[in-house]
């Protein structure tokens, strides 16, 4: 235990003296937290729209006045022709086309239907989607209204249907902060923990330093030990930082207990330092233990369910993503915070990290006797 004191006063002391490695794990993750969930908006807004009206109606103007007063579009301007809203569509200026055809009131009255034909930009597949999709609901609602106002005697003589009322639970506003800043918390604990654990006996072994230690008695699972629990501590304090930004700039509080989450800290710290611990004793210059932990990360960031479900991808991709701490604790930290799940409940997630840590951390240690 006493050498264990000393490695890990060694390390302190070391992490203290160096100003940039404190700013770059303290200040940095803030700034990020600050700004990414202001750029990572799930909601789309100002869509691009562009209108062939050949009907120049009562009828068609109110429409259209009702599209655009929605919040979600913007009115890129009336063309004459459906080609040349094409070519708007073609310069990337319209994200959208509604053609409303000649003679659309009187048949919308006389015939009690009438098609509209929209066009849409679907490069940008989930901004196109929720497009059609804002679009499509607008145009519904507006058919009911002069339904009503035209035909009123409708009501009585509709046949039999069902109506949908929804609840959304445990974000009833649709905030997509309450989704994304905990996810983005995760993704900046996960950047701190495994890049600066892999730098650490990289930086040892530039200097020399690895091979005075190599000559001495300490035990190679106290020296790993050693290197783990000061970037531990240093994650918790970046943790909670996080969730006081998020508290005091997004309004999230954590519905769960507090012990859950920090319970849950623990064992992901424990298995992201693994593996940045076992990068470094792959590597042997800190450009080799950054070019593999950006790797890492960069997978991570994409498959574990931070800006994309995990349950759309195939079983290939979701069988590798039960190997990724991340996705567990992102699932961790989503529950804790928006359903207030205890430990009961993400025992599976917990259990999972687990053993990857163990994992990760046999890994290194065994890895670092062949390389000693």
Do not use: C
């Not at 003296?17 to 799930?42: C, E, F, H, K, V």
């Not at 310069?91 to 009438?114: G, M, S, T, Y």
């Not at 058919?143 to 035209?150: L, S, V």
């Not at 650490?200 to 629990?229: A, Y």
């Amino acid at each position: 235990m006493r050498t264990l004191f000393f490695l890990l006063e060694k390390e302190g002391r070391q992490i203290l003296r160096n100003r940039g490695i404190l700013s770059t794990l303290l200040i940095a993750p803030l700034i990020q937290l600050i700004l990414l969930p202001l750029a990572a908006d799930y909601s789309v807004k100002n869509i691009q729209i562009a209108v062939v009206d050949n009907d120049h109606s009562t009828f068609s103007q109110k429409m259209i006045a009702k599209i655009t007063a929605s919040g979600h579009f913007k009115l890129l301007g009336y063309v004459a022709s459906y080609a040349e809203a094409l070519k708007l569509v073609e310069a990337d200026q319209a994200d959208l086309v509604i053609e409303i055809p000649a003679n659309f009131e009187k048949k919308l009255v006389r015939e009690d239907k009438e098609k509209l034909f929209i066009a849409v930009n679907a490069i940008e597949g989930t901004k196109a989607n929720l497009g059609a999709g804002y679009l499509g609901s607008i145009v519904r609602s507006f058919n009911d209204e002069i339904r009503i106002q035209w035909q009123p005697s409708i009501a009585a003589n509709d046949p039999p249907r069902i109506e949908v009322a929804s609840s959304n639970w445990f974000n009833p506003y649709l905030d997509y902060h309450l989704y994304m800043v905990p996810a983005i918390l995760v993704t900046l604990v996960t950047a701190m923990a495994s890049l600066q654990s892999a730098f650490n006996i990289v930086q040892e072994k530039e200097s020399g330093t690895i091979e005075q230690i190599n000559v001495t008695p300490i035990k190679k699972h106290i020296f790993i030990l050693g290197k783990l629990i000061p970037f531990m501590i240093l994650g918790i304090i970046v943790f909670s930082m996080g969730l006081l930004v998020a508290r005091l700039l997004y309004g999230i509080i954590p519905v769960g207990n507090l012990l859950v989450l920090y319970g849950s800290l623990v064992v992901y710290l424990f298995s992201m330092l693994g593996l940045g611990l076992l990068i470094s004793t792959y590597s042997n210059t800190q450009m080799q233990a950054l070019s593999l932990a950006f790797f890492f990360i960069n997978i991570f960031n994409m498959m574990s369910g931070i800006f994309s479900a995990v349950d759309s991808m195939p079983q290939w991709a979701k069988i590798i993503v039960e190997t990724f701490p991340p996705s567990h604790f992102i699932k961790i930290m989503r529950m804790v915070v928006l359903k207030g799940s205890a430990f009961s409940d993400i025992t599976y997630h917990l259990i999972a990290m687990a053993i990857i840590g163990i994992v990760f951390n046999l890994w290194a240690i065994i890895n670092y006797r062949k390389t000693s």
